[in-house]
């Protein structure tokens, strides 16, 4: 049986936990040994909307573990500008590649090209719903810093409703006992459905619209920036855009000598350039552990993980 990575609902606590573990270990491998792991193998990665460091990590991984990388045209050089459906072109794409990394503008869409595709697939986020491998990239580094994903304490500030990135980390922190506050407008808070499923697992958090009614409990500040390309109507994200910056002035001093700050990326304007130099900056670090932990990811997804 194929195995795919869609979403953190299909990942149980210590599969988590495995992929973390294994980014570890291909950490600590010797460059010229991880060329041979992947050596003959092809990955294609399709990414349907912009991205930087995703689409390049992924190849940037593949590439440093021996695999070759496919690329998807963008679209106007494409058979999609011909009218070629996105499952045909899952169906397509499967026949030249063993691992298929996927990127969509539209929820679900990843699933749909696992269902469709006999070759693994790897969601790289779709709409605002999951993106797996963000979210096991901020645990990494998350646990290299604090040594435990253990009953910590986190605020998510911003757009929290089209934020797919924070409703993909949420549901994996209900394995860990976290206690969160959740900072935003109340028209971009936390979706209803995720804070159900939070009260299902006794998972205590707060809803404010001020970071600063927590900052002195926190042990992760998890900053995201408000997404313009979700929203319909632009006076209203032109309202919201500035709503949360974060600098030396409102942040050193205020919260704990040892809070992470962690940004999925890219960031606007939301995080103070200032800030890049402060122990608590840990975003660019976290971009970096991008590459280790896709490498795992498709290392688990072809069956590898006795190759390191």
Not at 158 to 174: C, F, N, P, Q, W
Not at 178 to 185: D, I
Not at 202 to 223: A, P
Not at 226 to 232: A, S
């Amino acid at each position: 049986m194929k195995k795919d990575i869609i979403s953190m609902n299909d990942m149980a606590k210590e599969e988590i936990m495995e992929i973390l573990r294994l980014a570890k270990k291909i950490e600590n491998t010797p460059e010229e040994e991880k060329l041979k792991i992947l050596s003959g193998k092809i990955v294609s990665t399709l990414f349907f909307e912009p991205s930087t460091r995703t689409k390049m990590s992924f190849e940037s991984a593949a590439y440093r573990l021996g695999a070759n990388v496919l690329q998807l045209p963008p679209a106007e050089y494409s058979s999609l500008k011909k009218g070629e459906s996105f499952l045909d072109t899952i169906k397509m794409v499967e026949s030249y590649s063993d691992v298929i990394v996927v990127r969509h503008p539209f929820d679900g869409a990843a699933r749909l090209a696992s269902v469709a595709s006999i070759k693994p697939v790897i969601n790289a986020g779709d709409g605002s719903n999951q993106h797996p491998s963000q979210t096991l990239l901020d645990l990494y580094t998350i646990l290299e810093e604090k040594g435990t994903l253990e009953n910590l304490s986190i605020a998510f500030v911003g757009d929290l409703k089209y934020g797919r990135t924070v409703h993909s980390l949420m549901r994996a922190l209900t394995h860990f006992n976290p206690t969160v506050y959740f900072v935003a407008p109340q028209i971009l808070q936390m979706p209803d459905y995720l804070l159900e499923n939070l009260r299902k697992n006794n998972i205590k958090y707060e809803i404010l619209s001020d970071f600063r009614d927590c900052l002195d409990k926190i042990d992760v500040f998890y900053m995201t920036r408000i997404q313009k390309e979700r929203f319909l109507d632009v006076d209203e994200y032109e309202k919201l855009k500035g709503v949360y910056i974060i600098n030396k002035k409102n942040i050193i001093g205020k919260c704990k000598e040892d809070m992470i700050i962690l940004h999925p990326l890219p960031r606007v304007d939301e995080i103070s350039t200032d800030l890049d130099s402060t122990k608590h900056a840990l975003y660019f670090k976290q971009a970096k552990n991008g590459i280790p932990i896709r490498q795992a990811m498709m290392l688990k997804v072809l069956e590898k993980e006795k190759m390191v």
